[in-house]
């Protein structure tokens, strides 16, 4: 295989898209500690909430604060999935 057919490994200092999901709500008010990222919230019946952030994290500093962020507010982590890597464009 030629190194133009490889595709780059992620490192701790590349950017990433992420899709992280917790159980409950986020208050508006932490927002801004999650840097570009789009929220959404599910609501099922008879179920707890589910909280969807989406978007580009600009290394893994920025999503170990991310992840911070939600575990001080005491919501349970669902996934946290990579899902197109900034390498692979």
């Keep these: 295989m030629t190194s ?14 992420y899709r992280i999901s917790v159980q409950g709500t986020l208050d508006e008010s932490y927002f801004d500690r999650l840097g570009d990222m789009s929220i959404r919230l599910s609501k099922r019946a008879s179920q707890s909430p589910v909280t969807t952030l989406s978007g580009k994290v600009r290394d893994q500093a920025q999503l170990l604060g991310i992840l911070n962020a939600l575990y001080e507010l005491h919501l ?13 464009k």
């Design 4 to 17: 133009a057919g490889k595709k780059k490994r992620l490192s701790l200092e590349m950017s990433a898209n």
């Design 76 to 88: 349970p982590l669902l996934s946290v999935q990579l899902f197109n890597k900034e390498a692979e």
